[in-house]
């Protein structure tokens, strides 16, 4: 016997969103994509046309439809909270793109509109499907390399945006520095006590007015005594760079330091490493192992393996770098 595929909706599908859609269309074999809602309504129409779904006129209209069950949501992040809240109120299981929400009080809305009825709530922290940050995460609760003690995390992307210094590092820390707040806490299996960011322009459009930081170093304490040391640098130019190091008492854990294909190319003109160009590309089977996951867990009603409380952690850990920042100091994490 077969069981029924379930249906998946997507809202907001930009670059994140449009992935998500095209998992769920072709990729998990447990569900299908049933519709897509977008404010960009030409955009929505596009994608519903390419993929064979139905293009929704409002968020209410992508809720009301009885063949949706998941709702993933790839909106802007100031929408989070607001969508989260009204789809699981209406039931649906949620896959909440990072971050859950900008601010603790909507976090706890979010996780109250979970626990008050029956419906999943997953964060979308997919680095941890990744196969080597898996492992990692294996070998470290197994006690095979002893006591964890420090965690070394880089994370480059090769594009900086053009962000007015209002935005400060803000933008940092929920969009980027999060994954790393949430992968410590994951590896480590303990909770973030404070956090210390430091934060620059690092760029040839320094000396521009207005210039937001592109760069940030973020020291991290947990509650247990060991240490993270984060970096997070938006414009690497050279490629997209993710690569996270677990130090333990006996041995050492390396992730993502090897290059795309294993191969290097070394010239007169130098050395070339065949590079990921950006995240899709580096995440592209976590991102489909997530989706698929969540499908599954649907369909069998088990709990979630990425929590509104790991995202709820993950948020306050962002929060502090940037009081931390803001003050100079470092800032403790709220509970």
């Not at 994370?155 to 980027?176: F, I, K, N």
């Amino acid at each position: 016997m077969t069981r029924d595929r379930i249906g998946v909706g997507v809202v907001g599908v930009g670059i994140m969103g449009r992935r998500h859609a095209e998992n769920a269309a072709w990729w998990i074999p447990g569900g299908r994509l049933g519709a897509v809602f977008d404010a960009d309504r030409a955009l929505a129409s596009r994608v519903g046309r390419d993929l064979e779904a139905e293009a929704c006129g409002s968020l209410e209209e992508l809720l009301g439809r009885d063949d949706v069950r998941i709702v993933v949501i790839a909106s802007p992040r100031e929408f989070h909270a607001e969508q989260a809240v009204a789809a699981l109120s209406q039931g649906k299981d949620v896959l909440l793109e990072k971050p859950m929400a900008l601010s603790l009080a909507d976090c706890d809305r979010v996780i109250a509109a979970a626990e008050q009825g029956s419906a999943r709530l997953q964060i979308g922290f997919m680095r941890r499907y990744d196969a080597a940050y898996a492992e990692a995460r294996r070998l470290v609760l197994s006690g095979a390399l002893g006591e964890a003690l420090l965690v070394r995390a880089v994370h480059r992307d090769r594009e900086a945006p053009d962000l007015p210094a209002s935005r400060g590092v803000t933008d940092m820390m929920l969009e980027s520095t999060i994954h790393d707040f949430d992968l410590s806490r994951f590896l480590l299996g303990d909770e973030i006590a404070s956090v210390a960011t430091t934060a620059a322009v690092l760029c040839h459009t320094r000396g521009a007015h207005g210039h937001a930081p592109n760069a940030a170093l973020n020291a991290v304490r947990f509650a247990g005594g060991a240490l993270a040391d984060i970096e997070t640098y938006w414009g690497a130019l050279y490629g997209y760079d993710v690569r996270t190091e677990i130090v333990c008492a006996n041995g050492t854990a390396l992730i993502g330091y090897q290059p795309h294909s294993g191969l290097a190319v070394y010239t007169p003109a130098g050395a070339t490493h065949d590079l990921f160009p950006g995240f899709l590309e580096r995440f592209n089977e976590a991102y489909r192992a997530e989706l698929a996951d969540f499908v599954d867990g649907s369909l069998e009603r088990r709990p979630p393996a990425v929590t509104g409380r790991d995202g709820r952690a993950a948020v306050a850990a962002a929060l502090a770098g940037v009081a931390s920042f803001k003050s100079g100091r470092a800032e403790p994490v709220a509970g």
